[in-house]
């Protein structure tokens, strides 16, 4: 088995702030892994999806896999394909051979395109002004029409449309990230004797209800009827309309930055969480154990 990290290659983490952008970016150092992973003679291969800087729909990936994009001129576009050239591509040459099996492990459920898609929702953040997001949405609109696939799927969308594009490699198949991370570990085993839950992410806000890890352990959690807590690094918004008594999922959320201080928080993160943590264990919500 082979395992791929998508945001190894292709991650926004290693863009500076400055240098993002997705019209530029392109996931072809993913396909360059999994080549890789392909050359060792891996016969099952999971690439795992999130914090991409890319919104190109995957064909830099599979330009590095050998799909050939064919432009209005019939001529090949060079790679390393990315966003900006979405629009250009007016036929796909698939290659003809034999492939493992590619079990594709997303955290979100966005779609391919619309208001809740790839671009819309991810663009921004990876540098897109709003005219880039309207391009990169039709190029994205216009990929799905060439290459065909389900595009409304939940986790299309995911790292930057990588998802779609992946999806559509024979045999493929996307699954929820989390459920293959929970199977691996025997959360339900392990859950089932626990008394607390301790979760967390960076930023719990709206998106983290579209997949995200972190509320699914607690859903997970929720159903051996075990609370859950999440530590997190900032809250949008309220913390209570994130927990239980406001709808959410939560039994509680703790945010460092409105505990600790934003900068405090950013730049000793480990430390509040120790802090937190400590604090949290001699309380009666750990009756039960952990």
Same mark, same amino acid.
């Given at each position: 088995?082979?395992?791929?990290?998508?945001?190894?290659?292709?991650?926004?983490?290693?863009?500076?702030? #400055?240098?993002?952008?997705?019209?530029?970016?392109?996931?072809?150092?993913?396909?360059?892994?999994?080549?890789?992973?392909?050359?060792?003679? =891996?016969?099952?291969?999971?690439?795992?999806?999130?914090?991409?800087?890319?919104?190109?729909?995957?064909?830099?990936?599979?330009?590095?896999?050998?799909?050939?994009?064919?432009?209005?001129?019939?001529?090949?576009?060079?790679?390393?394909?990315?966003?900006?050239?979405?629009?250009?591509?007016?036929?796909?040459?698939?290659?003809?051979?034999?492939?493992?099996?590619?079990?594709?492990?997303?955290?979100?459920?966005?779609?391919?395109?619309?208001?809740?898609?790839?671009?819309?929702?991810?663009?921004?953040?990876?540098?897109?002004?709003?005219?880039?997001?309207?391009?990169?949405?039709?190029?994205?609109?216009?990929?799905?029409?060439?290459?065909?696939?389900?595009?409304?799927?939940? @986790?299309?969308?995911?790292?930057?449309?990588?998802?779609? @594009?992946?999806?559509?490699?024979?045999?493929?198949?996307?699954?929820?990230?989390?459920?293959?991370?929970?199977?691996?570990?025997?959360?339900?085993?392990?859950?089932?004797?626990?008394?607390?839950?301790?979760?967390?992410?960076?930023?719990?806000?709206?998106?983290?209800?579209?997949?995200?890890?972190?509320?699914?352990?607690?859903?997970?959690?929720?159903?051996?009827?075990?609370?859950?807590?999440?530590?997190?690094?900032?809250?949008?918004?309220?913390?209570?309309?994130?927990?239980?008594?406001? @709808?959410?999922?939560?039994? !509680?959320?703790?945010?460092?930055?409105?505990?600790?201080? !934003? #900068?405090?928080?950013? @730049?000793?993160?480990?430390?509040?969480?120790?802090?937190? =943590?400590?604090?949290?264990?001699?309380?009666?919500?750990?009756?039960?154990?952990?």
């Amino acid at each position: 088995m082979g395992i791929v990290e998508f945001a190894a290659a292709s991650g926004l983490a290693i863009v500076p702030r #400055e240098r993002r952008n997705p019209m530029g970016a392109s996931t072809h150092g993913t396909g360059e892994l999994i080549l890789a992973a392909l050359d060792a003679g =891996c016969g099952e291969i999971i690439v795992c999806l999130g914090g991409s800087a890319t919104v190109d729909g995957g064909i830099g990936l599979l330009a590095a896999l050998g799909w050939q994009f064919i432009d209005s001129g019939g001529n090949v576009i060079a790679p390393p394909l990315s966003g900006g050239n979405l629009l250009r591509i007016e036929r796909i040459i698939i290659p003809q051979r034999t492939w493992p099996r590619f079990r594709i492990a997303c955290d979100v459920t966005n779609p391919l395109c619309g208001p809740n898609g790839a671009a819309a929702i991810y663009g921004p953040q990876k540098g897109a002004t709003p005219t880039q997001v309207g391009m990169l949405d039709d190029g994205l609109a216009h990929l799905a029409k060439l290459l065909g696939g389900d595009a409304s799927k939940p @986790g299309t969308g995911a790292a930057g449309g990588a998802g779609f @594009g992946l999806s559509t490699i024979p045999g493929a198949t996307l699954e929820r990230g989390i459920d293959l991370v929970l199977e691996a570990v025997e959360f339900d085993d392990r859950c089932r004797d626990a008394g607390l839950v301790l979760t967390g992410e960076g930023r719990l806000d709206d998106q983290s209800t579209q997949g995200k890890a972190c509320v699914a352990i607690a859903r997970r959690a929720a159903a051996f009827g075990v609370p859950t807590i999440a530590v997190v690094g900032a809250v949008d918004g309220t913390a209570a309309r994130f927990e239980t008594v406001g @709808g959410g999922d939560f039994t !509680r959320v703790i945010s460092l930055a409105d505990r600790f201080g !934003r #900068e405090e928080a950013l @730049g000793h993160p480990w430390s509040c969480i120790e802090q937190v =943590c400590s604090e949290l264990a001699p309380s009666p919500e750990f009756t039960s154990g952990v």
